[in-house]
């Protein structure tokens, strides 16, 4: 069995893509944090020089009170906001790496597959245990890929529903 110029050529293309799509996908995600953070900086400073204001415009200290008093409900709703969002961009890109690890993953498996059944074609007679032992353990590592998704998923799903009730609570 040998791989032909096709086949390194193609798997090295395939590779560079994939590595060229996890780093367009972590760089988007980067400028979205990147833009919320600068959003929430803006924000925080204009709400900081209104409040400022508003206390320094009081007439007398019951009313400098009552405005500052009147800032942390905001505040606290910005920050809940916030952590929203940095949690949203993280899940998405998390997820957008997810599909392509599988895909990557399926393709490798098909790849495998058709080398393992070219490799039995050509295998010398007697070496059938060989194979078939090469054959379960890429089914064993198979299932082991499958179950470590399941369980990925469902941490992922706890971790949603605890920032959902968290983002409750907050409000």
Known sequence: ???NTEQFTAAN????????AVANTALASAERIAALNLDTARSALEDTVSGVQSVIGAKDPQAALAAQSSLAQPAVEKAV?????????????????????EAQIGSFQKSVAGMLEMAAKSAPVGSEGAV?????AIAAANSAFGNMNAVTKQFADAAQANIAALTKQGR
């Open 1 to 3: 069995m040998s791989l």
């Open 13 to 20: 293309k395939a590779t560079v893509d994939s590595l060229l």
């Open 81 to 101: 906001a916030y952590g929203r969002s940095v949690y949203e961009i993280t899940t998405q890109t998390q997820q957008e790496l997810t599909k392509m690890v």
């Open 132 to 136: 078939t032992a090469i054959q379960s």
